[in-house]
């Protein structure tokens, strides 16, 4: 089974140290902001820039295909009021840009929030407009809506969320989910056992399909389930334990997409990573 593993490693001084920082804890995934995440504003990527981040993958052994960039906290694609609906579409279009410039193809994002001035349903149709017109306006870049904890007004707690999100793009093959499992946890799904983890995939299946599973986030939880919380705990150390990740691993649905930790504590990514391996069957 093909189960690619690493984490949401830094990019400071430049997009070329991701890969370093992914091979440096013995990663072939990994997750990275390709700009400042807490800014709008980026500076255009540099010639030079590309060019370092396509020879340090290389070097690194890490297909394009297993790198799941994350886009900026700021940008609410479901936003309420039109003129920052418009800013977070221009900077969404920029993020899915900067994807292709690197010669990725993946672009992990949030799906939105209405902030209780809209209802769920018409702040699920701007969601999907808004990834309409990114699409539309970009070539190969594939729009990843990650399941969220449902803290505030964030949508994408429920799997109906994105499977209805899903069905508004016209482009059916540049849109897919990421599953977070400390998210779907504090969303209330039991996957800390394993009855509510097998009803959770069947409902995935049901839903949305293993062919658009594009990635997956690995973390635990340090809040309880249902708690719409999202704070992630080191594997092991939350409400949802290392059976969970021991049954992604040997999961046979789950497989060849990027799998990324964003557990508190890079110092024992390595290892987290290690055991995560020792679960996959040979
Ligand atoms: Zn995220
Ligand atoms: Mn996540
Ligand atoms: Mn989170």
Same mark, same amino acid.
């Given at each position: 089974?093909?189960?690619?593993?690493?984490?949401?490693?830094?990019?400071?001084?430049?997009?070329?140290?991701?890969?370093?920082?992914?091979?440096?804890?013995?990663?072939?995934?990994?997750?990275?902001?390709?700009?400042?995440?807490?800014?709008?504003?980026?500076?255009?990527?540099?010639?030079?820039?590309?060019?370092?981040?396509?020879?340090?993958?290389?070097?690194?052994?890490?297909?394009?295909?297993?790198?799941?960039?994350?886009?900026?906290?700021?940008?609410?694609?479901?936003?309420?009021?039109?003129?920052?609906?418009?800013?977070?579409?221009?900077?969404?279009?920029?993020?899915?840009?900067?994807?292709?410039?690197?010669? =990725?193809?993946?672009?992990?994002?949030?799906?939105?929030?209405?902030?209780?001035? +809209? %209802?769920?349903?018409?702040?699920?149709?701007?969601?999907?407009?808004?990834?309409?017109?990114?699409?539309?306006?970009?070539?190969?870049?594939?729009?990843?809506?990650?399941?969220?904890?449902?803290?505030?007004?964030?949508?994408?707690?429920?799997?109906?969320?994105?499977?209805?999100?899903?069905?508004?793009?016209?482009?059916?093959?540049?849109?897919? +989910?990421?599953?977070? %499992? /400390?998210?779907?946890? /504090?969303?209330?799904?039991? +996957?800390?056992?394993? %009855?509510?983890?097998?009803?959770?995939?069947?409902?995935?299946?049901?839903?949305?399909?293993?062919? /658009?599973?594009?990635?997956?986030?690995?973390?635990?939880?340090?809040?309880?389930?249902?708690?719409?919380?999202?704070?992630?705990?080191?594997?092991?150390?939350?409400? +949802?334990?290392?059976?969970?990740?021991?049954?992604?691993?040997?999961?046979?649905?789950?497989?060849?997409?990027?799998?990324?930790?964003?557990?508190?504590?890079?110092?024992?990514?390595?290892?987290?990573? %290690?055991? =995560?391996?020792?679960?996959?069957?040979?």
């Amino acid at each position: 089974m093909i189960k690619p593993l690493g984490a949401h490693v830094s990019a400071s001084g430049g997009v070329g140290n991701a890969p370093i920082n992914a091979h440096d804890i013995g990663a072939d995934a990994f997750a990275f902001f390709t700009k400042n995440q807490k800014q709008w504003k980026a500076p255009p990527l540099k010639e030079e820039d590309i060019e370092s981040f396509g020879t340090e993958l290389t070097k690194a052994h890490i297909e394009p295909k297993y790198v799941l960039p994350h886009d900026s906290y700021l940008i609410n694609l479901g936003h309420p009021e039109a003129q920052k609906l418009a800013i977070s579409r221009k900077a969404f279009l920029v993020e899915m840009e900067r994807v292709e410039q690197l010669g =990725l193809t993946l672009l992990n994002f949030h799906p939105g929030s209405h902030l209780k001035q +809209i %209802t769920e349903e018409e702040c699920l149709e701007r969601i999907g407009e808004s990834v309409n017109r990114a699409l539309d306006a970009t070539t190969t870049a594939v729009a990843v809506l990650e399941c969220t904890a449902g803290q505030g007004s964030n949508l994408g707690y429920k799997l109906e969320h994105l499977a209805a999100i899903m069905g508004m793009v016209e482009q059916k093959d540049r849109v897919g +989910i990421c599953i977070d %499992t /400390a998210h779907a946890f /504090a969303a209330g799904y039991a +996957i800390h056992e394993r %009855t509510g983890f097998d009803e959770f995939w069947a409902e995935f299946e049901e839903l949305i399909g293993f062919d /658009a599973l594009k990635g997956l986030h690995l973390n635990d939880s340090k809040k309880e389930l249902a708690s719409r919380v999202d704070r992630h705990a080191p594997l092991g150390e939350g409400f +949802i334990g290392w059976g969970t990740f021991e049954w992604i691993m040997q999961h046979d649905k789950i497989q060849d997409v990027p799998m990324i930790l964003e557990t508190p504590e890079p110092d024992r990514w390595a290892e987290e990573i %290690t055991q =995560l391996r020792s679960f996959v069957p040979s």
